[in-house]
């Protein structure tokens, strides 16, 4: 019931909207370039009917042949792009690069996924059935008379997913891939070891509000946009029309925080990507607060043998397009479609791996993490804390700060924090690693959390490619849970560590910046949001031995 009153919620947001009584929040026309624009439908192989929009450069006759960028999406309803109602009708491409593709001679296009703006359906969150649209959607387009054959797909966000899909399904006429902010592990993006990962309340505030058992929710809500008075019959028909008998079925498994379960295990793409030759450019920020930087480096690492790209750094849920602190990100985009998608007689720019520390800096990585990245153990301090949640009080903590380095050191790399405890199962350890300054004013570097379980936790921290100065501290905090960061129920109860360990990933060798760019709108946020002023007398108990090893100049 909750299901279907929202989904007439929606339903009535797009009939206000065509009456005017809810104002266009979109630009009218997010592409300046001339273009023309067809609508096509064409069928998956289990016969799902699906939607694209063709946009063509102006002036190139129909038989034009030219290489193809394509999007496969579950945002880009004529009506609404996400939340955001478009006052005309026309191609949903706000917050694409399209201008830039058309200009360089490339078609573009436009896919919905089943259950979402024109295509019919149910919404599958990365299945079989939607991995199939991606892989139809690609070999139609690879097929058509004006294709040259040549596929290449690019996105951010879900957007990425499914240019990660493809990958996997491996299409006829696929060339690359470009996936900024993308999801390989759609278990892992809305639980970290089955705890609900919270996610931001924009356009209200970016701090973590909505748990991640509302993602399926949320994601109905998007499929139930309606379509625009002037769009096609069959665009109207399939928006319409769709199936709403799996819309509780579908809600039901995105809520499972179980990773084993059927429904995940069918989604899960690291394995299935492992050897992948398909040129890839693969981008990650080490802020971004919706697909958290995790899994994607495991798929990263186990790319096979191909000229893929990396850009990793610290940024949000976004492309380096602009606001990420450096220039040259969109040259060598289209560089790397050229070369491999048009099949331009061009040398892409840049290193294989472009990294973006967080003081600032950028450098060229053969690998990430380096080769030279030491997992350096650092025993940490034990004690106990109360299970509260998000109810203040005290005992929420357990830190180990070590003396001032005496020299720099860099962390870049997945850390990893395990440990012995006593207390419920169901209560959970979480980890947070923190550069403090001689100020005492510690900022947040990465975070994980696992359950209690069996009494053994083992967490898995996110990525993070962080300078240390000399003169700066490490610090450790062991806490139940970041209230704005996880959604549990707390249990009450008091957990006792009697053992830790950290493993901090620490460069062996100082890196010089040998690329352009400079601070980012993500750090300067990151550095403004989450550092924290430690009071005195906590640095000082809390401060304990920790070995560093000497590191090469």
């Known amino acids: ?40 439908f064409f069928d998956a192989p289990d016969g799902t009917r699906l939607h694209a929009d063709v946009l063509r450069p102006r002036g190139i006759s129909e038989d034009t042949k030219t290489p193809v960028i394509m999007t496969v999406s579950p945002y880009r309803s004529h009506m609404m792009y996400l939340i955001h109602t478009r006052p005309q009708r026309s191609p949903s491409v706000d917050n694409l690069n399209v201008e830039m593709f058309l200009n360089a001679g490339y ?30 959607a690609v070999e139609w387009a690879a097929d058509q008379p004006w294709s040259t054959g040549k596929v290449g797909l690019a996105g951010t966000s879900y957007e990425g997913w499914t240019g990660m899909m493809g990958l996997a399904q491996r299409p006829r006429g696929l060339a690359a891939v470009l996936a900024a902010g993308a999801v390989v592990d759609p278990n892992a993006y809305l639980y970290q070891q089955g705890i609900a990962w919270r996610f931001s309340a924009r356009p209200l505030t970016d701090n973590g509000l909505r748990p991640g058992e509302m993602a399926g929710f949320e994601h109905l809500l998007i499929a139930s946009t309606p379509p625009r008075p002037d769009d096609s019959p069959e665009y109207q028909a399939d928006a319409i029309g769709r199936p709403r008998d799996c819309y509780a079925r579908y809600v039901q498994n995105v809520a499972d925080h179980n990773p084993d379960s059927e429904f995940w295990r069918a989604r899960r793409l690291p394995d299935v990507l492992r050897g992948n030759t398909i040129p890839t450019f693969l981008v990650q920020g080490f802020v971004d607060a919706n697909t958290r930087p995790d899994r994607q480096f495991e798929v990263w690492d186990a ?51 472009t990294v973006g520390a967080f003081d600032g800096t950028w450098r060229s990585e053969t690998a990430w993490p380096p080769a030279d990245s030491r997992r350096v153990p650092i ?136 690329l352009p760019g400079g601070v980012g709108e993500g750090l300067v946020k990151w550095r403004d949001e989450k550092t924290i002023a430690l009071d005195p007398a906590l640095v000082n108990n809390a401060t304990m031995p920790m070995t560093l090893p000497e590191r090469d100049r």
């Open 1 to 40: 019931m909750v299901i279907e009153r929202s989904v007439l919620f929606r339903l009535l947001v797009g009939l206000l909207f065509m009456v005017g009584a809810i104002p266009a929040t979109a630009a009218a026309d997010p592409v300046q370039a001339p273009y023309q624009w067809r609508e096509v």
């Open 107 to 136: 078609t573009y296009v436009v896919a919905d996924l089943r259950g979402f703006g024109g295509s019919a359906g149910c919404p599958d969150f990365g299945g079989p059935g939607e991995r199939m649209d991606v892989q139809a």
């Open 303 to 353: 790319l096979g043998p191909g000229d893929h790209r990396a850009w990793f750094g610290p940024w949000g849920h976004r492309d380096c397009h602009d606001n990420c602190g450096t220039p040259q990100y969109d040259q060598e985009v289209l560089a790397f479609f050229d070369r491999h998608v048009a099949g331009k007689e061009v040398t892409v720019p840049g290193p294989r791996v």
């Open 379 to 514: 025993a940490l301090r034990t004690g106990t804390y109360t299970d509260r949640g998000p109810i203040p009080g005290p005992e929420r903590d357990i830190w180990s700060i070590s003396e001032p380095l005496a020299q720099p050191q860099h962390l870049s790399g997945l850390p990893s924090v395990t440990a012995t405890a006593t207390g419920p199962a169901e209560a959970s350890l979480a980890a947070e690693i923190y550069d403090i300054d001689p100020g005492g004013r510690a900022t947040v570097i990465t975070r994980g959390i696992a359950p209690i379980g069996a009494g053994e936790p083992r967490i898995r921290m996110l990525a993070t490619d962080w300078p240390i100065p000399a003169g700066h501290r490490i610090g450790v905090r062991l806490a139940d849970i970041v209230d704005d960061v996880w959604a549990r129920m707390p249990t009450g109860l008091r957990i006792t560590v009697t053992a830790a360990t950290a493993e901090l990933p620490l460069l062996a060798a100082t890196r010089v910046p040998d």
